[in-house]
């Protein structure tokens, strides 16, 4: 087994001077791996067996610097729940280096935790277990559940104690994504009014994620669409999970369209427009109705980042076309969530009043508490030709909704679809296995306590979360009562 190796191609270090700082992770007394996504360093063109090791451990704690790793804390600045904050940066994570994936995609490989920078403020630059392996978990979960999302490589204990509530052990988490460019990337340069460094990132950013748009004239605009039909689809697709991000704050947001920076989020349980899991989020800003609505205010903040590349010579002919741009995401974003809402439900192709139809059913689930998760996936044995009262095995759905399932086989009669074929196609888009807050609250507690089999199994089953699997069930349902209210904390 050889030294673990890394073919790196740094672009970012190499192109984008001035916008980080190089650094190092700390030393620390004893990294090793407790956690390594074999799959993914396989992806990554990485030898597992050679990261499975002392060696790979102190690279993936940040503390060993890899040949050809060019290490850097990058330049943010960024929007938290609405007030801005010109510097934040990466107060304790670092990127390593970038690779190619086996389908030739650059991917960064970035560590949190592994130290302080000069971007960390008041912070101690750490991060320590259970958040580190619920980032991990979630991460994961999302990935398998479809949606674009950081990845998580490896889970490195440090063998240092971390003070935060008490003792807590070390952690460093090595996630990989296709950037960590953020909207915060942008604010930091404009906040300083550095236009050719914000032509620089932007023309960076196409390049690496939106090729298509290279050297055409009117590129900065046509960015500006993109990004927001990217995030228009990747929050349609939290809200049809049930997913609740928890800290939209604009340096949370990326410019590739992926899901980042795991912290307070969690999945609810009841269907509820309100669910709020974050301790700090206390005007539920970031609530999960709230969550598209956010978004479309990132995406302004974005905009307003790039202004000066819209049209240089006339401000107010930028501002008309941003915020043409910016006024057509709610469209956009409807479209995308409507499409995954019919799919949810087995409708097929569009009809009148679907969304009427959906938005009937959500206000039912609502105002009944219904999981979110089992009612639809659950749905699918609903069949066209049956009469009966509908019992499809949910808790809290009863009479109340006789009239709405009525509706329903109406609609699926008017549809294209035979019962058979519909259920298989709902099957493959509403899973059986969310990260539901007691099971990861489960997991990270044994894996505190040194047993990492609950948080393997429920790894297991999220990886693959749409086929329901025997010995499972206990992993499908709501919390049990008792669970109480869920809160969760940023930053630990
Ligand atoms: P987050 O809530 O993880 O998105 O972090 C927001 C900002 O706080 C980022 O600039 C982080 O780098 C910084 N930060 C969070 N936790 C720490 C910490 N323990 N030490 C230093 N900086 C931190
Ligand atoms: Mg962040």
Known sequence: MGEPTFRFDNSYARSLEGFFVPWKGDEVPAPKILRLNRDLAGELGLDADALDSAAGAAILAGAVQPDGAAPLAMAYAGHQFGGFSPQ???GRALLIGEVFDAEGQRRDIHLKGSGRTPFSRGGDGKAVLGPVLREYLIGEAMHGLGIPTTRALAAVTTGEDIMREGPKPG?????????????GTFQFFAARRETDKIRQLADYAIERHYPELAGQSDRYILLLRQV???QAALIAKWMQVGFVHGVM??????????TIDYGPCAFMDAFDPKAVFSSIDQFGRYAYGNQPTIAQWNLARFAEAILDLIDADDPDDAVRQATEEINGFPAVYQEEWLGGMRAKLGLGAARDGDLELVNDLLALMADNDVD???????????????????????????AEFAPWFERYRDRLRAGDMDDGSRAAAMNAVNPVYIPRN???EGALQAAENGDMAPFDRLLDALSDPYREREGFSDLAGPAPDGFGPYVTFCGT
Not at 175 to 181: E, G, M, P
Not at 377 to 383: D, E, I, Y
């Open 88 to 90: 934040l940066g990466d």
């Open 171 to 183: 952690a460093v988490l090595a996630r990989v994504a296709s950037s960590h460019l953020r909207v």
């Open 228 to 230: 927001r039909d990217r």
């Open 249 to 258: 704050n604009t340096d949370n947001m990326t410019i590739s369209g992926e």
């Open 372 to 398: 979110f998760t089992l009612f639809f996936r659950s749905l699918s044995r609903v069949s066209q030709t049956g009469t009966e009262a509908v019992d499809i095995g949910v808790p809290n759905v009863g």
């Open 438 to 440: 007691h099971l990861v």
